[in-house]
């Protein structure tokens, strides 16, 4: 077991020197068992909130959720979550429970807990595992506490954080749990987007993803049901050994765990089912799919309440995933210039991780995606002309020229094309000439 931050244990220790009984609870004593730092901490006590705070006087209190008895404690810059034991009622709403029971008994507490290894609690006397989950972390099983079906009626998002947490923690789900979250899977209506979204994507970042995917397609589509026509759904096509889905997973697992990479990786064939056709030698064909894709994309990831940066550059991956590469500084300068360094390489990787997840054949091409990314390290490499900010001439000059409106950004935007393929110099005086003969009726 790693060692607990001392500023957690002082909180701790406040609470007992008071006459309370205090304990660390859920993840952190779950990382701990595992020899994982823990990055946040809570705590379960005996005491209400507001003995809680005068226990901790002299440290900031934060009532941050004083109807389900939470104070965050500052101790020494840390946050600590300190919650009194509770019992709860009914969850009518499917996410929070209609009253809230304070309790003295920590049993009663640890039973209302979601998973059996976020369910022991750790004390001066040792750890508290009143459900088996040290021995479920040797098995590296996520099993519910109790009746799986009670938990996840309770709270719906409990479907997502139980596959999230088998991604994370590369474990795998007791059938009866599982069996469960495939029985409810439609409860996540009751979910916020935003609460959705935010365990989705770090479920899409979590090194076990791909085989929760393959495992749980009813839950994804839940949440993507744009990816609902792609489950099962036949290429037809000798390029591909997957269906439509199977492939989108298979790639987003070779791709760097990066939310907006993994994402476009997940949603770059989504438009294959609206598309297909058929030879007549029975061969399965997809024309226009990246255009259909990144419109179902945009659609999905708004939907998913996702920032616009993310949003835009997963759309702009989709979209491009097709394009044809040519491994030389010609081609590399132009589309760096296009997409901007972070987007270009990005798409590098998700037309690497494309053709991983084809028929092993198709690999071929992963040689040329690398002579493709040696090009472009070194056209960087000598610090090319590839924005309009570098360009050696701006807005003013294509003014001064006889330019106006639509054709400066015109104007420029060819000029800056032409340089970053090389085919001119950045020279501010041949770039000027070549102003005026745009301008020339």
Known sequence: MVHWDPRALEVLRRLEAAGYRAVLVGGCVRDSLLDIPPHDYDAATSALPQETEIACAGLRCVETGLKHGTVTVLSGGLPVEVTTFRREGAYSDHRHPDRVEFTSDLAEDLARRDFTINAMAWENGGLVDLFGGQADLRNHIVLCVGDPDRRFEEDALRLLRGLRLAAQLNFTLHPDTAAAIRRHAPQLVHVAWERISAEFVRLLCSPGAGQVLLDFPEVITQILPELAPAVGFDQKNPHHIYDVYTHSVKAMEQVPPRPA????????????????????????????????????????????????????????????????????????????????????????????????????????????????????????????????????????DALAAGLSGPAVGRALNRLLEQVAEGALPNDRALLLEKLNTFSAP
């Open 261 to 396: 990479l993994r994402l476009a990786a997940l949603l770059h064939d989504v438009g294959k089912p609206a598309v297909f056709s058929l030879d007549q030698q029975g061969v399965g064909h997809f024309y226009g799919h990246p255009k259909v894709s990144a419109a179902l994309a945009d659609r999905a990831l708004e939907r998913l309440r996702l920032d616009r940066a993310t949003r835009e550059r997963a759309v702009t991956l989709v979209s491009r995933h097709d394009l044809p590469v040519e491994p030389t500084e010609t081609w590399a300068g132009r589309w760096l210039s296009r997409l901007g360094e972070d987007i270009f390489f990005d798409l590098l990787e998700l037309k690497r991780g494309d053709a991983l997840a084809c028929a092993p054949r198709e690999s071929g091409g992963l040689e040329a995606l690398e002579r493709t990314e040696q090009a472009a390290r070194a056209l960087l490499s000598r610090r090319p002309c590839l924005t309009l900010r570098d360009l050696a001439v701006n807005g003013r």
